[in-house]
């Protein structure tokens, strides 16, 4: 735990970002969770997945932007992102985080950012998963997606495990048959807003995917817990939930061997895929997720 809060704190350090970010050797590490600085590398590891037999959803990383000329050129950039993968014959799903297209300024303006992808998407068979960032937001991203939602359909958001108000949001969700992508929760909250220990976390994931597995719209299983894959893979086949119902997603560059099995025994996988510049926040919140990935890129440092 103190590995983990050591680690989300120095993701929010703005001076070594700004020195991380403009290194070769950390560049060289994020390489295997990023897909590269331009949207033509990241398309190009769209294709390679999908002849793998996985899909993907492209996020452009990013976060926070200072003023709502930069939201809007966030958005102008998901829309070519958007474009792009249609014209490439790959599946249209992207990725975004609100605060990237200008919550933190205008909750007005950044709906109609948002808005304008949404549109987008449904009208070449896309989607967009709205991200979730820290419980600050959490209201707020429901709200806007759930009013998209009704009006174009093609947008859903993520629901994190860790939350102690995630027993009462699903059901909402559910009821608005709102796609939902299930995932633990990476960002550090207090004890009194999410559930400090391990055990309660998985014990609420599990929990949470039985329910959107039974009533939810085409959810997304998001997670590398081979534990919690082999559980959902229990409750699916007792239940006879047929594997086109629902997917798995993992992040791009994790749990390879797990990626390969699962479309081995035929279940859909997508694979969440970040390109961009401003890689060093979800870089590190991938770390504080499974601190055993410092020691793989600690063993990849000692071996250049």
């Known amino acids: 735990m103190l590995l983990r ?21 950390a560049r060289a590490f994020s390489s295997r969770f990023v897909a590269g600085h331009t949207l033509d590398e990241g398309l190009a590891v769209c294709r390679k997945l999908q002849a793998e037999g996985m899909t993907a959803t492209l996020d452009y990383l990013g976060e926070n932007v200072a003023s709502l000329k930069d939201a809007a050129g966030c958005r102008d950039i998901y829309l070519r992102m958007l474009q792009a993968m249609h014209e490439e014959g790959v599946e249209p799903s992207v990725s975004l985080k609100l605060t990237q297209f200008g919550l933190d300024l205008s909750e007005s303006a950044c709906e109609e950012n948002v808005a304008a992808l949404v549109s987008a ?11 979730m960032e820290s419980s600050a937001y959490t209201d707020r991203t429901f709200g806007l997606v759930t009013r998209l939602h009704q009006l174009h359909g093609a947008c859903g958001t993520v629901l994190q495990a860790y939350l102690r108000r995630s027993g009462r949001d699903v059901k909402c969700l559910e009821r608005e048959q709102v796609r939902v992508r299930l995932c633990k929760g990476a960002y550090l909250e207090p004890p009194e807003v999410a559930f400090p220990d391990k055990n309660d976390v998985d014990a609420s994931y599990l929990a949470l995917a039985k329910s959107l597995l039974e009533n939810g719209a085409y959810p997304a299983i998001a997670t590398h817990d081979w534990k919690l894959i082999e559980a959902v893979e229990r409750f699916t086949t007792e239940r006879g939930i047929a594997r086109d119902r629902f997917e798995f997603q993992m992040l791009y560059g994790i749990r390879r061997d797990e990626q390969r099995r699962l479309v081995s025994e035929g279940y859909r996988l997508r694979l969440y895929v970040p390109f961009g510049e401003a890689w060093y926040p979800y870089f590190m919140r991938r770390l504080a997720e499974r601190p055993a990935n410092l020691f793989f890129f600690a063993r990849y440092a000692l071996a250049k």
């Open 5 to 25: 809060s050591t680690i989300l704190y120095l993701a929010r350090h703005k001076g070594l970002r700004r020195w991380v970010e403009t290194s070769r050797a």
């Open 121 to 131: 998407a449904a009208s070449v068979g896309g989607f967009v998963y709205v991200d």
